[in-house]
């Protein structure tokens, strides 16, 4: 079962438009939390982490997100997009116990219009 | 620095042929890690391993095989190629436990005819 699940497979904005892409998970133990980054072509980044303590989380390139732990979620914000955003953007969880490695959701990919 | 490195980055292979992906890191992590990446499906996770001697199953282990005999190195083998395994391959590694980052290879784009 899906375990990480991403709503927005396929966003189109314009330059300065205000980015938000939903992420949640379904496991109720302790997580880390990730956003990762896939440019054209290119291998994956990583945006972003939680691991604990303030739940806004401040990433490269102006990236952010913020975990509310009662709607087990941690979307990813950006205030102004360029196009050079333009990426697949996956999110990604580390469960503290089974599977010592990722479960990622399906991805969105953000196209950003110039 | 090197990090994760993946060979080959390109293969082409014939159905019912057989390979071996490499992947290798440098940083002396305990835990890594392979996965697949298709369209619409985010990366899928086929095996991973917590140390050297130790390997287990992911998501969607079936037609690969891994060994992990030493720290550095956690090859994949597709053992007899089937056009389903077309896909994307990446290789992570990444420390023990939790709060730790993964670290991803370039991938190697495996097509099947």
């Known amino acids: 079962a899906q375990s990480v699940s991403q709503h927005n497979h396929h966003v189109i904005l314009s330059e300065a438009a205000s980015l938000e892409l939903g992420c949640n998970y379904s496991y109720g133990g302790t997580v880390n939390l990730f956003w990762y980054v896939q440019y054209p072509g290119q291998h994956l980044q990583l945006l972003l982490k939680?691991?604990?303590?303030?739940?806004l989380v401040k990433g490269i390139k102006g990236f952010e997100a913020e975990f509310i732990k009662s709607k087990f979620s941690f979307n990813l914000r950006k205030p102004s997009v360029q196009w050079s955003d333009t990426a697949e953007y996956f999110c990604?969880?580390?469960?503290?116990?089974?599977?010592?490695?990722?479960?990622f959701g399906s991805g969105t990919r953000l196209q950003v219009q110039p | 620095n090197a990090g994760v490195t993946q060979t080959p980055k390109f293969q082409v292979l014939k159905t019912g042929q057989s390979m071996t992906l490499q992947c290798a890191q440098d940083?002396?992590?305990?835990?890594m890690s392979w996965y697949r990446q298709d369209p619409g499906m985010g990366l899928r996770l086929i095996h991973y391993s917590v140390g050297a001697g130790i390997t287990d199953q992911g998501e969607v282990p079936n037609g690969y095989n891994v060994s992990r005999s030493t720290t550095e190195d956690f090859p994949l083998r597709l053992l007899s190629a089937a056009p389903s395994q077309t896909s994307v391959y990446f290789c992570?590694?990444?420390?023990?436990?939790?709060?730790?980052?993964?670290?991803f290879g370039q991938g190697t784009r495996l097509t099947v005819v």
């Open positions: 939680y691991f604990s303590g303030d739940p």
């Open positions: 990604a969880v580390k469960k503290d116990t089974g599977r010592r490695a990722l479960t």
């Open positions: 940083m002396n992590h305990e835990y």
């Open positions: 992570a590694s990444s420390r023990a436990g939790l709060n730790t980052e993964a670290f």
